[in-house]
């Protein structure tokens, strides 16, 4: 069961952002502990019963600590609803302290039964509940603990349902990235207080799966002062930004993208990046290819002007008549490819680089203020002089670490897509909240581009493109997968979708 995006809050947090919460909510404002504990519990036993209506036989690992004891109140309410329970601990009963303890006293004289951890108790499972690790986690799991990571997800292999209490056991609550082996990978999550910002990018989406989240009525003051790491974006602002327009309004009015791009073999690239602009809006688009299929994608798409350029000198025209380039795809490195990257950075114009016009940019680095970098995480990698790993390890980092570089704004793609300016003003970095594995294939990465040129020169700034064109192309691509599922989508199915989203 998939919740709407406006069921999810906006604003991210670190670990250490939610601690201060949860310490202020009972220190300062009086609530006590174990109430927070029970209200989270109640709150997995409601997503429980939605993805679940009918579990026979559960089993809750339990850690230490909060998440420990959120496990342990989770039993006894489950128990209580007739549900064949056991919780099954990885740390010993007696060490436990303060509110857990409480919490597995209760369950205890509620008759749940409690013992150690085995994996053969979870083949009789139909339902397993990750209360191991919580948001404390900052270094690789080991030891037993890994290997309880480990058989936990071999049962849902086998068919069982896993349910994650905060956090899937394993994952970096700030990063998102895989802390050590493995991580439980779950079937939904249930996130408290404050939505954990590593739950939206790079890992956690695969581990999380649907989240749910309860603020356990932390004080408004509470949620108020604290630091927001970053935001998911949803585009509440779509129809803002994307208004109707005047009825007297003719294409001049809408900006002219100029795609430059396509070598001999690569002329689909600019194609579709040229037909996304023009699906996403601009009222005129143009495009500088090579010499060998100019001809042939005019036949294509009549509505963009296709022009054969081959050599810099010959794009001096077009580039005075645009007012937005998209630079990149299908150009090569090859010296044709060259000398068009060089002489559209050496224009004021504002552009979006993508492809190997990022790989150009990373073997002679620049910065500019209104342009925007699209990078997956090997080109980020190519960039920043590290490797795809590190990038990926801390992609806020790494996108924050691009626009603090280059200047701009950038588009770190991939799972939960992360865009930072370099302009204060715009404010912490931002996570789409849509998109589907099907994105993963060729061309997808063209059509971003496109759109985020579109939006350019429709007259966003330069972060109000990137975050909405990113989120355009993620939820174009959601909806095709509606009609025919993700195996199989390819770039050309964002289109139709594409110009439904642009007139909100």
């Known amino acids: 069961m998939k919740l709407p995006d406006d069921r999810l809050p906006e604003r991210l947090y670190s670990a250490a952002s939610v601690r201060e919460m949860d310490r202020a909510s009972i220190q300062d404002h009086n609530l006590p502990g174990y109430l927070l504990m029970t209200r989270a519990a109640?709150?997995?036993?409601?997503?429980?019963?939605?993805?679940?209506?009918?579990?026979?036989?559960?089993?809750?690992?339990?850690?230490?600590?909060n998440n420990g004891g959120d496990g342990y109140v989770l039993a006894r309410l489950l128990i209580e609803r007739g549900?064949?329970?056991?919780?099954?601990?990885?740390?010993?009963?007696?060490?436990?302290?303060?509110?857990?303890?409480?919490?597995?006293r209760d369950a205890v004289a509620a008759d749940v039964p409690v013992r150690p951890f085995s994996t053969e108790r979870l083949a009789r499972c139909d339902l397993i509940v990750d209360a191991l690790l919580g948001t404390g986690l900052e270094r690789p799991v080991e030891g037993e603990f890994l290997s309880a990571i480990r058989?936990?997800?071999?049962?849902r292999a086998a068919g069982a349902g896993v349910l994650a209490i905060d956090l899937p056991s394993g994952l970096a609550a700030d990063t998102g990235c895989?802390?050590?082996?493995?991580?439980?990978?779950?079937?939904a999550t249930v996130s408290f207080i404050g939505l954990k910002a590593g739950l939206v990018t790079g890992a956690g989406p695969a581990h999380a799966g649907t989240l749910h989240f309860a603020d356990l009525g932390a004080p408004a003051a509470v949620i108020a002062a604290a630091p927001v790491k970053a935001l998911r974006y949803s585009?509440?602002?779509?129809g803002a930004l994307l208004g109707p327009r005047a009825r007297t309004a003719h294409k001049g009015d809408f900006g002219h993208v100029l795609v430059i791009g396509g070598d001999a073999g690569m002329g689909g690239a600019v194609k579709l990046c040229s037909e996304a602009a023009l699906r996403s809006g601009a009222g005129l688009v143009s495009c500088a290819t090579h010499p060998g299929h100019?001809?042939?994608?005019?036949?294509?798409?009549?509505?963009?002007?296709?022009?054969?350029v081959g050599s810099a000198e010959a794009l001096a025209s077009m580039l005075g008549r645009a007012s937005v380039l998209a630079v990149g795809p299908g150009l090569g490195r090859s010296e044709w490819g060259r000398g068009l990257w060089k002489a559209a950075l050496a224009t004021a114009l504002p552009l979006v680089l993508d492809a190997d016009g990022l790989n150009l940019l990373a073997d002679a680095p620049?910065?500019?203020?209104?342009?925007?970098l699209t990078p997956h995480p090997a080109e980020a990698a190519r960039l920043l002089g590290c490797s795809t790993a590190e990038v990926q390890?801390?992609?806020?980092?790494?996108?924050?670490a691009l626009a603090e570089r280059f200047g701009g704004v950038a588009v770190l793609k991939g799972a939960g897509s992360v865009i930072a300016s370099a302009r204060p003003e715009d404010g912490v970095p931002v996570v789409i909240a849509a998109g589907n594995p099907g994105m993963a294939s060729g061309g997808m990465g063209d059509v971003l581009t496109g759109i985020i040129a579109a939006l350019l020169a429709q007259g966003l700034t330069a972060f109000d493109a990137a975050r909405l064109g990113a989120w355009l192309h993620a939820k174009a691509a959601d909806l095709a997968v509606q009609a025919g599922g993700e195996r199989g989508l390819i770039a050309g199915d964002l289109f139709i979708p594409l110009r439904r989203l642009v007139n909100p």
């Open 42 to 65: 109640e709150a997995c036993v409601q997503a429980l019963y939605q993805h679940w209506p009918q579990p026979a036989r559960a089993a809750i690992i339990c850690g230490g600590g």
């Open 83 to 104: 549900v064949a329970v056991e919780a099954l601990w990885l740390l010993p009963p007696e060490r436990l302290k303060g509110d857990a303890a409480m919490a597995l």
């Open 151 to 155: 058989a936990i997800n071999a049962a």
């Open 178 to 187: 895989v802390l050590g082996e493995a991580a439980v990978i779950a079937d």
């Open 235 to 238: 585009a509440a602002d779509r």
């Open 294 to 308: 100019a001809s042939h994608l005019l036949s294509g798409r009549p509505e963009i002007m296709f022009r054969s």
């Open 366 to 372: 620049s910065r500019r203020d209104h342009w925007v």
């Open 393 to 400: 390890s801390n992609r806020f980092a790494s996108a924050e």
